[in-house]
């Protein structure tokens, strides 16, 4: 069975520090890993996604992740927070052979807070 | 280009009552997908469908049922609604990835 495990429900940053969002997945197959945010009252927007390619992903509003099979992880960093980037981070995993070829089912994490302190 | 459209947004039962919460996505996608999201919990699959026709369970199925009505369509049925019903729902279609719709915040009193 597949599983996201998210350190820390609560992060709180300044603005222009480091973001560090940690991830780590348990799966039985190469897995699909995904990082999700969504901001107050809205729904989940894709930030990134892994599917074994590159093990660094870049994805949208400066953000990147990258993928590290011996240590089972898959945190989301970004170099300075901006007060724009207060949301809720998900990150998921799935199995995308299941539907040969779709996406699969998506496993989430409780999700992690990011508060930016100006 | 509406993507997932899910209605109604906002609602309030009574423990009891019945509601089906509707899902429709424009984009040809065969998988869609029906999700509650609880604070501190994340996202749960509560059902899903890979394709027209069939639907199967997820995590958390217990008191919903599901119809996919056709390609287009994928509703949530709460028979007798409970308060730990209360959640916001989250309706999803993929084909090689994930667009979700902007929820049902839905309260049981």
């Known amino acids: 069975a597949q599983s996201v495990t998210q350190l820390g429900s609560h992060v709180s940053v300044s603005e222009g520090a480091l973001v560090l969002l940690r991830c780590n997945y348990s799966s039985s197959v190469p897995p699909y890993l995904f990082w999700y945010v969504q901001y107050p009252n809205q729904g989940l927007q894709l930030l990134l996604k892994?599917?074994?390619?590159?093990?660094l992903v870049k994805g949208i509003n400066g953000f990147e992740a990258e993928f590290k099979k011996s240590e089972t992880s898959f945190h989301l960093t970004k170099p300075s927070a901006h007060m724009s980037d207060a949301a809720e981070y998900f990150c998921?995993?799935?199995?995308?052979?299941?539907?040969?070829?779709?996406?699969?089912?998506?496993?989430f994490g409780k999700g992690t807070k990011l508060s930016v302190k100006p | 280009n509406a993507g997932v459209t899910q209605t109604p947004k906002f609602q309030v039962l009574k423990t009891g009552q019945s509601m089906t919460l509707q899902c429709a996505q424009d984009?040809?996608?065969?998988?869609m997908y029906w999700y509650r999201q609880d604070p501190g919990m994340g996202l749960r699959l509560i059902y899903y469908s890979a394709s027209e026709g069939t639907t199967d369970k997820g995590e958390v199925p217990n008191g919903y049922n599901v119809s996919r009505l056709n390609k287009r369509e994928f509703s949530l049925r709460l028979e007798s609604a409970a308060p730990s019903q209360t959640s916001v729902y989250f309706c999803?279609?993929?084909?090689?990835?994930?667009?979700f719709g902007s929820g049902t915040r839905l309260t049981v009193v």
């Open positions: 984009m040809n996608h065969n998988s």
């Open positions: 999803a279609s993929s084909e090689r990835g994930y667009t």
């Open positions: 998921a995993v799935s199995d995308q052979r299941r539907y040969g070829g779709s996406q699969g089912n998506l496993i």
């Open positions: 892994y599917t074994s390619a590159a093990t």
